[in-house]
């Protein structure tokens, strides 16, 4: 229940191209859907959020699409750029009997020049 | 605004030993969570504190312990060191003022190798 399913692992699309990351988690007591993107040697930083009473939201590239009956929800990264490679985390957060966020697996993109 | 800061950035510790990790999160902010991110297990959450209380804990043993201190600062203890154990660090905090306000931030992070 406390999972975050994250795919695919890792991801090559040719620069311009429209990556897309998947996550789908169980609990529906997660109100909070934040996705980050971590560079090597760095700690992850906030890339954009979502909450579930929204199905979309967009800031500049990235587009974050939710189905709240599917608790799925995506990152769509628009005209990409080789300096979008990165690692990317999507996440789950709760503030129901302290906070706690859950993130999945990742996802490593290239994009190629 | 200051970024969340960490202390030290590198440790080197053999196994059996102790280490202290301190973090130091942006003004303001009363939550800070900490996290351990290995290539296997990718970020797994550790704990969480707020206003010097320990409200939520992951699944990791005993050796693994934390607190708050009262301007927010954190520290993380990790006893009898295990090869395992190496991994890197994160700090994260964020104000929990209400809705909207729950983002995290997180620091550089302590990478921590155990010999």
């Known amino acids: 229940q406390q999972q975050v399913k994250q795919s695919p692992q890792s991801l090559i699309v040719q620069k311009g191209g429209i990556p897309i990351i998947n996550c789908a988690y169980e609990n529906t007591a997660f109100d909070y859907f934040p996705w980050y993107q971590q560079f090597p040697g760095k700690g992850p930083a906030l890339l954009i959020a979502?909450?579930?009473?929204?199905s979309e939201k967009k800031e500049g590239r990235f587009t974050i699409s939710f189905n709240k009956s599917a608790k799925q929800f995506s990152l769509h990264i628009m005209d990409s750029q080789p300096g979008d490679s990165a690692t990317y985390f999507c996440a789950a957060s709760s503030n129901t009997g302290g906070f706690k966020t859950i993130f999945g697996a990742g996802t490593r993109l290239f994009v190629k020049a | 605004k200051a970024g969340v800061t960490q202390t030290p950035r590198y440790l080197i510790k053999t196994r059996g030993q102790q280490v202290t990790l301190s973090c130091s999160p942006i003004s303001g902010h009363r939550s800070v969570s900490w996290y351990q991110q290995t290539p296997g297990q990718g970020l797994q959450f550790l704990f969480e504190?707020?206003?010097?209380?320990?409200?939520n804990k992951g699944n990791f043993p005993g050796r693994f312990s934390g607190r708050q201190f009262s301007n927010s600062r954190s520290e993380m203890n990790v006893s009898t060191l295990e090869l395992g154990d190496s991994a890197l660090y994160l700090c994260?905090?964020?104000?929990?003022?209400?809705?909207?306000?729950?983002?995290?931030?997180f620091g550089p992070g302590t990478r921590l190798t155990v010999l």
């Open positions: 504190y707020f206003s010097e209380t320990q409200r």
């Open positions: 994260a905090s964020s104000q929990l003022a209400g809705w909207g306000t729950d983002t995290q931030y």
């Open positions: 979502i909450r579930p009473d929204v």
